[in-house]
């Protein structure tokens, strides 16, 4: 896991789920086959946490088990 930030064009999104309120959101950048770059909708300034692809898809998996 890697806190830096991403120095490539990068194409935030956020789930679908999230309304246009605010809240408690992540926003994740899936241009890079390699890494998943993920960051708070509420500080896109902010730290960016990249994770490896296959946790990512692990951490998904978990979610649509619940």
């Not at 789930?15 to 509420?42: F, H, M, Q, W």
């Amino acid at each position: 896991m890697d806190t830096a930030p991403s120095p490539r064009n990068s194409q935030w999104r956020k789930s679908s789920y999230s309304g246009n309120t605010g809240g408690d959101c992540v926003e994740v950048d899936l241009t890079d086959a390699a890494v998943i770059p993920v960051r708070d909708s509420k500080n896109p300034a902010g730290p960016v946490v990249t994770v490896g692809v296959p946790a990512w898809q692990a951490f998904l998996g978990s979610l649509r088990r619940h």
